[in-house]
């Protein structure tokens, strides 16, 4: 299905794969017939961020085509309560990917959409010329691992329990923390939601993407074998502000295990965001350091 919107600067056309559960929605700014092999189509997305999130980063691209799109379950995809895998995200980007009919692609996945990113091109290296993957939070190989994976698996129960109150309160603390987790974590007292101004009440869904995401995104163990053979066509970026929180140090230890030096970005976690949700970044710093690594 393909539906037109005109925006200020670029023509959009919103896209659609699959159906039911399966549905992906994405939007194709710019003509997909002016890429070229230097200048590929740019796929750049978030999870559970939407492709809403991406808007001012894509417009600072207007030397190639830009995608972004909803993963699975956000957005105006269908929601669902069952848990999503970063290789079923893979295989969702792939499918996208697919029918683009432009060939390879350049990706930039930020925060989940990292570790999909870094999963997709596991999967598929023929998708891909190059992907860079900012602040994938995985917990592999870190000292703390095990606590961090236990940290996960208890904001998932917490919000089968209790709902996103408590469970993003939890999630809040854990993903604000620096440096590594004390092994008590998990002892602690469980933080007050109305503290981080989220509701106290369970509304009863069970339908919110970033808890049917965890613990599996945060479980991605990086394979050398399957993407060291990409070499620099992997870049693994973390933000200059970011200091020792969790997605910050994931991206450093998979850089780590693929023998590749860490590439930094301007602001934090959240830099490529303009105003649109509350954590202003640096999205002029950001698009720069973006196009300078992909036109390396």
């Not at 894509?58 to 957005?75: I, M, Q």
């Not at 200091?243 to 860490?262: E, I, N, P, S």
């Amino acid at each position: 299905m393909t539906t037109s919107s005109p925006t200020t600067q670029v023509p959009t056309v919103t896209r659609t794969v699959g159906e039911g559960e399966d549905l992906i929605t994405y939007d194709v700014r710019g003509d997909l017939a002016d890429a070229t092999p230097a200048r590929p189509v740019l796929v750049m997305f978030g999870s559970p961020m939407d492709a809403g999130g991406f808007g001012p980063l894509a417009a600072r691209f207007t030397d190639r085509p830009v995608v972004t799109y909803d993963p699975r379950g956000t957005g105006r995809n269908p929601k669902g309560t069952t848990p999503v895998t970063p290789e079923q995200h893979a295989e969702d980007l792939h499918r996208v990917i697919t029918a683009l009919e432009a060939g390879p692609v350049d990706l930039m996945g930020s925060s989940g959409g990292a570790v999909n990113a870094l999963a997709l091109a596991a999967a598929h290296p023929e998708d891909v010329r190059r992907v860079v993957a900012h602040e994938p939070p995985t917990a592999m190989g870190l000292p703390d691992q095990d606590v961090l994976l236990d940290a996960c698996a208890d904001l998932a129960a917490t919000y089968a329990s209790s709902g996103q109150g408590p469970a993003m309160a939890k999630f809040m603390a854990l993903v604000m923390h620096d440096g590594p987790l004390p092994d008590d974590w998990l002892a602690r007292p469980a933080p007050d939601p109305a503290a981080f101004g989220l509701p106290t009440e369970d509304d009863g869904d069970r339908t919110q993407a970033l808890f049917r995401n965890g613990p599996a995104c945060n479980a991605l163990a990086v394979d050398p074998a399957r993407l060291g053979p990409l070499g620099d066509r992997v870049v693994i970026a973390v933000g200059v502000e970011s200091g020792d929180t969790m997605a910050a140090r994931g991206g450093r230890q998979v850089a780590r295990t693929l023998g590749l030096a860490v590439t930094d970005f301007p602001s934090h976690h959240g830099g490529f965001l303009g105003d649109e949700f509350g954590q202003h970044g640096d999205p002029d710093g950001f698009a720069a350091r973006l196009h300078a690594v992909l036109d390396r």
